[in-house]
């Protein structure tokens, strides 16, 4: 956290850039115009202050886990598992279970001599 951050100008700061952020998003994903989607931004704002005011919210890179799976498996050639883990930022193990959720008795060729 930067001192900017921890003031309340800061704060403030950081508030209008999500207002503007969720304007364009509902701007470009959903097709309102501006004074709308403004107006909508700023009651998700509103609702974000009065539930969630004061923490910290994580947004996943990606969408529902199902989604990212199904990517995850599309990407997987069976061979490239290191480089299919750094483009989607998840462990071995992540990868493994997901592995494991879609086709339970697949074998899987790491690339590496088995130990």
Known sequence: MTTQDATPGGSEDRAVALHY??????REEV??????ASQIAEAVMRGLRR????DSLYVPKFG??????AAVLQA????NRDAVCRRFGIS???FYEILARRRPAAR?????PSA
């Open 51 to 54: 539930r969630r005011g004061g």
């Open 64 to 69: 529902p886990r199902a989604v990212r799976d």
């Open 21 to 26: 952020e969720l304007t364009a998003i509902l």
């Open 108 to 112: 899987v060729e790491t690339g590496h």
């Open 76 to 79: 997987f050639d069976g061979r």
């Open 92 to 94: 071995r193990s992540t």
């Open 31 to 36: 097709g309102l115009h501006e004074p709308f």
